[in-house]
């Protein structure tokens, strides 16, 4: 049985394996707060570079909703940035809430964190260890806060794991979105991120100072998003405009 346990971790290294690169040194040893175990994670720094070296025009794109007391993000890992939006390799969702302790930890950014280690730990970067991405170490946000329970069952009455469905649904009560100011859309394309993994955390707008070319293709050959593309041909047709 041994034997075979090695045979089967000696398999997963294996998992998007990359010639010369070895995830393990980057790896941080950290201790479980139930059972104070010794324990291995890689952070998600160290599951992005090796997800670039196996994928260099691979994409990482993420979302961000605000939630009640937490920001909720949604990471997509795709092979190739020319992949529509429904090809990904992987997907995953993590909420944060701000820490009173840490006012400095942006909520967002940790969500986005978490999700997108998540995502790339589903996409097997990270297999090897006990778990990959963002650590969970924190009181986790009450997402359950806020659900109206119909009738006269509470949340005690769920049943257990397997036995029979209760009489019960419950809504989800819709937040009132506050005013917004009306957003530029050209402001908004040039904040647009740019799929071409060359100019990885960069801008449409920083990509057109740079390297008009590369934005012209965007906006003419680029299939992987539709918004995108808008983004960056409503760019070059001011440009232009600009440039008359």
Known sequence: MKDEKQAALAAIQQINAVDGFDPSPLAVEYADLNTHEKRLRLPVMGQLAWFWLKHPEGRVAVTVTPAKECFIATARIYANYTNPSDQYLAEATASRGYLPDKPTVSPREWAQTAAIGRALQYAGFGLQFAAAGDAFDMPAVDE?????????????????????????????????????????????????????????????????????????????????????????????????????
């Open 144 to 244: 359950l806060s806020g659900i109206v329970w119909s009738g006269e069952e509470s949340p005690q009455d769920l049943p257990e794991p397997g036995g029979a469905s209760a009489n019960m649904h419950m809504t989800m009560p819709m937040p009132t979105p506050a005013a917004q100011p009306p957003v530029d859309p050209l402001e908004k394309a040039m904040s647009t991120p740019c799929p071409i993994s060359k100019y990885s955390g960069k801008t449409l707008g920083d990509v057109l100072r740079e390297d008009p070319k590369a934005l012209v293709w965007v906006a003419n050959k680029f299939q992987g998003d539709p918004e995108i593309s808008a983004a960056a041909k409503l760019i070059c047709e001011q440009s232009m405009e600009e440039s008359a």
